[in-house]
Structures are given as structure tokens and as C-alpha cells.
Nanobody, 121 residues
């Protein structure tokens, strides 16, 4: 049974940084496509960053050069380093996974965490 547990959210001022962590259990992270998805209040979910099984990383334009996705296979963990945060980054951030190929859209992820709230003021 695949489980994803996010942590690291919080409240920061604009220009600050946060590091989100997604701990994976029930599968080996490097065999799955994994990503971060966010949902702002009153808005639809948005794909933020994705890493495929070859290690290729993709970012949505809104976070390029500010966010960095990384993975630690030894710890079975996925991270999202968020720098230069803006108020528009305020959202619930979800970790998601699917096997073996990355979905065409974030709706294709099979497994989801419970989310961690990020608030930027």
C-alpha cells in the first residue's frame, strides 16, 4: 500500500523560503514518477514540479528558477525547496506518485498525500 506524507509547510513572508518533504512508504520512490501539485483557495489544482524515473525534472513556468525539486532514494523522500516565495504561491501543496510513466496531466497521479499548507504574506 503506497503512502505519501508531506511536511514542511508553514507561514512565511514574501521573499522567504520553505522546504517541503514527502516521505514515501509502500514503494521505491525511484521507480515511480513523482510530483508536487498545489491548490490555491478558490482555484483549480496546478502541477508544480515533476520528476520521472529517469531523473528528468520539469517545472511549471510560475516557479522556474525559484523552486527546486530533489529526491533522496536512500531515504525514499521527495523534496521541494521553495525560495523567493510570493503571495501567489499560497496554496495547499500535495505530493503525488504514479507508476511507471508520468501522467499527461496531474489528474493522472494514482497516489496522493494529505497535503501541507503554505501561506505567504
Amino acid at each position: 500500500h503506497v503512502q505519501l506524507v508531506e511536511s514542511g509547510g508553514g507561514s512565511v513572508q514574501a521573499g522567504g523560503s520553505l522546504r517541503l518533504t514527502c516521505l514515501v512508504s509502500g514503494h521505491t520512490a525511484n521507480r515511480y514518477c513523482m510530483g508536487w501539485i498545489r491548490q490555491a483557495p478558490g482555484k483549480e489544482r496546478e502541477g508544480v514540479a515533476t520528476i520521472d524515473t529517469d531523473g528528468n525534472i520539469y517545472y511549471t513556468d510560475a516557479v522556474k528558477s525559484r523552486f527546486t525539486l530533489s529526491k533522496d532514494d536512500a531515504k525514499n523522500a521527495l523534496y521541494l525547496q521553495m525560495d523567493s516565495l510570493k503571495p501567489e504561491d499560497t496554496a495547499m501543496y500535495y505530493c503525488a506518485a504514479t507508476h511507471p510513466l508520468c501522467p499527461a496531466t496531474f489528474q493522472g497521479y494514482n497516489y496522493w498525500g494529505q497535503g501541507t499548507q503554505v501561506t505567504v504574506s
